[in-house]
């Protein structure tokens, strides 16, 4: 089944513990990024990629760093994190341009 | 930079009746947008999607938005609409810069409550 997976689903963290959300696609696509979405702003992006290391910064890069050592795996490293980055986080990936985005089914993460 | 605007927060219909759902965006040529519909505790899924050509776009559910350059719109529409349609509603502008697409920004979302 092609589908776009994230773990953890659901984490609770406290100030300054590193974690890393992990993100993977099966569908050989070339495209991933990485959402948040909080009540009331939608979904902004944090980071995307357009092949195997190739990164650029969405519109909220501040606070996380992410790497593209193969092309299935896009993971979202928050080496400090705050309670500012409380939220909801969704990985993405596409085929190409042209091609439909598939969400994954979105991580929930609390920092203390 | 772009940016996209849902004007209407909260929207409630009957079941039954038509649905129209704002979106205005701002780009400084022919953007590529999207609609995409997040049910409860899901993720998003694709309804349609725009890039060129004929500018009224049919999607799935029974969905079609037509791109109004003239008005920087691209709203989202269904004649009759189901209970199962109530979901958080997101209107979506593609930069076609960075790759006709990948670089994303939404609106804030429309949430669509329906009454039957």
């Known amino acids: 089944e092609a589908q776009v997976t994230q773990n953890p689903r659901y984490l609770i963290t406290v100030t300054g513990k590193k974690l890393t959300v992990t993100c993977s696609q099966n569908?050989?696509?070339?495209?991933m990024s990485w959402y948040r979405q909080d009540p009331g702003l939608g979904l902004r992006q944090i980071y995307y990629s357009m092949n195997v290391e190739v990164t650029d910064k969405g519109d909220v890069p501040e606070g996380y760093k992410v790497s593209r050592k193969e092309k299935r795996n896009f993971p979202l490293i928050l080496e400090s994190p705050s309670p500012n980055q409380t939220s909801l986080y969704f990985c993405?990936?596409?085929?190409?341009?042209?091609?439909?985005?598939?969400f994954g089914p979105g991580t929930r993460l609390t920092v203390l | 930079a772009q940016s996209v605007t849902q004007p209407d927060i909260h929207i409630t219909v009957s079941e039954g009746a038509s649905l129209e759902l704002r979106c205005n965006y701002s780009y400084g040529a022919t953007p590529y947008l999207f609609w995409y519909v997040q049910s409860p505790g899901q993720g998003l899924q694709l309804l349609l999607k725009y890039f060129s050509g004929d500018t009224l776009v049919q999607g799935i559910k029974g969905f079609e938005a037509e791109f109004k350059r003239s008005q920087s719109s691209f709203n989202l529409r269904k004649p009759s609409v189901h209970w199962s349609d109530a979901a958080e509603y997101f209107c979506a502008v593609g930069d076609i810069l960075t790759g006709g697409g990948n670089k994303l920004t939404f609106g804030t979302g429309t949430q669509l409550k329906v009454e039957l």
């Open positions: 993405a990936s596409r085929a190409g341009a042209h091609n439909e985005q598939f």
């Open positions: 569908m050989n696509h070339e495209y």
